[in-house]
């Protein structure tokens, strides 16, 4: 296969994700979102996904800012777990630059030594401070980063904690994965929850929520 074959069958995959997920929030009416890895992507992205979301570890690639900021839609960056709270104002003063204001920052976890993250809830609070829309990353905040060899494990089970402290400081909303089996998952099922528990884990998020707000 010659690279130019290549990037067209690339292409072909991420045009074919995005009917696929456009579809899925046709049919159930509610909007959807997707990560964007290049500009090539996210032009496609663009087209059809109502969010573009920046991956932590793209989050300051400027290249990318610009395709997705150019696409109108909005975006959710990850801050990266490399990056202190106020770094975001860069990444942010790039997006308006750009000429696109719709756009959030989600708090995924900060590097704590190896194989392990802290969610250091301050953070929610210096960039909401700073005037910004903050997502917290419940399950991705759980993860510990090749923490079973050559793999990441994570611990899932505290995910809804962290979830309720968040929503507690005051985040804007929260991002959680979940699965029916999360032991059968195939990407990050260590810091996934049950999709049983899901309602019983929004009924206390929307409780705090509206004794905060």
Known sequence: ????????????????????????GRDLKVSVTTDVHSPAEAEIAGGKIDMLQIPAFLCRQTDLLRAAAETGRAINVKK??????????NIAEKLAAFGN?????????????YN????????????????????????HSVQRPGGAGDATSGDGELAPVLARAAMAAGCDGIFMEVHENP????????????????PKHLRMLKAIHAAVS
């Not at 204001?101 to 030594?113: A, L, P, Y």
Request: charged share 30%.
């Open 116 to 139: 392990n993250l802290v969610a250091d809830m301050r953070s929610l609070h210096w960039m909401r401070e700073a005037g910004y829309r903050v997502i917290f990353d419940a399950t």
């Open 183 to 198: 032991a059968r998952a195939l990407s990050d099922g260590p810091n996934q929850i049950p999709l049983k528990n899901l």
């Open 101 to 113: 204001e719709k756009f959030c920052f989600t708090e995924r976890g900060t590097t704590f030594g």
């Open 80 to 89: 990266g777990q490399f990056l202190a709270p106020w770094d975001v104002e």
């Open 1 to 24: 296969m010659t690279k130019r074959t290549e990037r067209r069958s690339v292409r072909f995959g991420v045009r074919e994700g995005c009917e696929i997920l456009s579809a899925i």
